[in-house]
């Protein structure tokens, strides 16, 4: 197997704006009583605005109840989290659907595409929600992008994993989201068609300014982010930064911790 290292081109400091995301004693305990888990003991980060960020950890560390948690659709039992300068406990429901929809973009392991829709009505359809009118060249240039633009009249299911990944990720950054969520987006790919979903979440945070935070189990895929999290045990128990972001370093920090 390829251990092609991605292009380290860009790291950028917390500089000056406000973050994209601040999490602040961030605990979230699911269920009651006795089946009470705790999968988040407290957790204190800000992820700078228009940065790429990798969130690992073993498997029920907490790395998915974090991301629900940052994207308001969790609420968390304490703690704050603040997404583009908002505070997400005083929302309503109604208001965090609509700061889903117009703020936040999702993309998910199985691509949670509408079978029923061709590609190109899939990548509008957060458009379409917000009772929108796509706008065609926008919409031909973000299918262009991501190099669906000869299939944006087919059905989810005459593509491929990494071509549903990419209309996928099309579908997230129609509306020029803000932050970016991705749960182990190239978990369901081969190494070729993650390594493009990667390139265009990272270019997405280089040429659009978007901020993305991408769960993987993946040093690999971690390896393309400006700073990696590690997770065990519902805690933030490393970062990665800098030069420290490399497959072979991450690997490294993973076995340490035996992950
Ligand atoms: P990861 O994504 O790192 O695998 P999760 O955030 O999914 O971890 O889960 C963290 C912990 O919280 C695990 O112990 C898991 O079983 C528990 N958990 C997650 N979601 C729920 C839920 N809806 N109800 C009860 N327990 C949950
Ligand atoms: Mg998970």
Do not use: Y
């Not at 208001?95 to 899939?122: E, W």
């Not at 990494?162 to 182990?184: I, K, N």
Request: aromatic share 2%; glycine share 10%.
């Amino acid at each position: 197997m390829k251990t092609t290292q991605p292009p380290r081109t860009v790291h950028r400091p917390a500089t000056g704006r406000s973050p994209a995301l601040d999490l602040r004693s961030l605990q979230k305990t699911h269920g009651r009583g006795r089946q009470a888990v705790t999968a988040l003991h407290g957790i204190d980060h800000a992820i700078p605005s228009g940065s790429f960020t990798a969130v690992m950890g073993p498997s029920g560390s907490g790395k998915s109840t974090l991301l629900h948690c940052a994207a308001g659709l969790e609420r968390p039992t304490s703690g704050s989290v603040t997404l583009a300068g908002q505070e997400l406990s005083g929302l309503s429901e109604r208001q965090l659907t609509l700061l889903r929809r117009d703020r936040i973009g999702f993309v998910f392991q199985d691509f949670h595409l509408v079978p029923a829709l061709s590609v190109a009505a899939n990548v509008a359809l957060p458009l379409r929600l917000a009772g929108r009118r796509p706008d065609p060249h926008r919409l031909e240039e973000l299918l262009s992008n991501v190099g669906l633009l000869d299939k944006r009249n087919r059905r989810p299911a005459e593509l491929s994993g990494g071509q549903q990944q990419r209309a996928a990720l099309a579908r997230a950054l129609v509306t020029h989201p803000e932050v970016v969520f991705a749960d182990e987006p190239t978990g369901a790919l081969d190494r070729a068609s993650g390594r493009d979903v990667l390139q265009l979440l990272r270019d997405a945070v280089d040429d659009g300014g978007t901020t993305v935070v991408m769960v993987t189990h993946d040093p690999q895929a971690a390896a393309w982010a400006d700073e990696v999290l590690v997770l065990a045990d519902g805690r933030l128990v490393d970062r990665l930064t800098g030069p420290d972001v490399t497959a072979e370093t991450i690997a490294a920090r993973m076995a340490a911790l035996g992950v």
